[in-house]
């Protein structure tokens, strides 16, 4: 009897303690419809990654800044170059004779069309130009009056066809030395009787250097007076060794950096072969705004590109609670995304998995964007 009344007592305190444990859970851990559904929001945003809110152009302030991924697979090359002016967007102007300079028109950043004056000079040679021109009007209206004067003779029978024929000839080879020094004149930039003649700009642009000065004489070995160039029309210029030749091919993309400025995107346009010193020109055509010509920029181009996995900045793979992951470009901001990363060298690295290479993403500057959603993700907490 005494056993079991122990045991008794024994089990109606632990069916006790039971139903206090069930009750008091109930009390700590309260679960309202409304909170339920606040979850189950919150659940189905985890789901679909989480996003900053913020704008392309508020990142970029910010310094972060969108890259494109691209395909790896080839071998990489880091080339040096420069922005430079694409071909036919930069006249070096010479005049066109020699003589001394009267007046310069223009100074270095004047913007300037076609047929612009840029300096006057005055030369002999164009004073003596304009004179043979002259000269050549001048014998080529008396040789015109002179067949005139024979044909009629010769309709009236006076002189002979012979005498006819020789009077035409001369009045085409007057004709004739009359063009070649009205043209002559024209390549001389139309110089008066006093020999003035204006150098003029055979482009719209903006004029980058001005290499001659008033009371300046310029002769045979030293002409140009100034250079003018067109801005919009620039390229990016790259210096490559001889083994790229066989590597780089027109179409391949880039990506470049210019110090002090955001990332510049382009296409290989052009491959030259090695030259004297076994170099490699690469050109390619920039996508956007990029920097005056003369910047100096560094390329990395994956040669080969398009057989590989995708590869991007390895600044762009952000670690968010555990999981690697990208922040892609959409219209509400930058969403974070999960991904599969594989090998990294030289600042980038493949991603195996979570992108299809048409997104555009956070590269340079991800970390703040990770910040960001940290702080949003603790002012939720509160």
Known sequence: MHFQRHWLMTGAAVIAALGVGFGAARIVNPRAPEAAHADKGHAE????????????????????????????????????????????????????LTGAVARVHVGPGDRVSVGSPLVTLRSPDGAASRATADAAEAAADAARAAERRDRTLFEQGWVSQARLDVTAAGTRRA???????????????????????????????VV??????????????ALQVAAVADPRRVELV???????????????????????????????????????????????????????????LS?????????????VPL???????????????????????????????????EVLSGLTGSERIAGAGAFLLK???????AEHGH
């Open 315 to 349: 600044d762009a793979i952000q670690t968010i609670e555990g999981v690697s992951s990208v922040f892609v470009v959409e219209d509400q901001g930058f969403r974070a995304r999960p991904v599969v990363t594989g090998r990294n060298s030289d600042g980038r690295i």
């Open 175 to 205: 004709e004739a030395e009359l063009r070649a020094a009205r043209a002559r004149v024209g390549a001389y930039g139309a110089p008066g009787v006093n020999g003035m003649t204006v150098v003029r700009s055979p482009i719209a642009g």
């Open 45 to 96: 945003d985890e789901a679909e990654g989480a996003i900053v809110r913020l704008s392309p152009a508020k990142a970029a302030q910010a310094g972060v800044t969108v890259v494109a991924p691209q395909r790896g697979g080839g071998v990489e090359l880091k080339l040096p170059g420069r922005v430079d002016f694409a071909p036919g967007a930069e006249a070096a102007v010479d005049a066109p």
């Open 208 to 221: 980058t250097r001005v290499s001659a000065a008033p009371g300046q004489v310029l002769h045979e070995e």
């Open 299 to 311: 390329a990395r181009v994956t040669a080969g590109a398009g057989t590989g996995a995708l590869v």
């Open 238 to 296: 790259f210096e490559a060794p001889p083994s790229a030749a066989a590597l780089v091919r027109v179409g391949d993309r880039l990506e470049s950096t210019i110090a002090g400025s955001s990332a510049v995107s382009g296409v290989v346009t052009a491959v030259a072969p090695a030259n004297e010193a076994g170099v490699v020109l690469v050109r390619a055509r920039p996508d956007g705004a990029v920097p005056p010509a003369g910047s100096v």
């Open 371 to 377: 910040a960001e959603l940290a702080k949003g993700e």
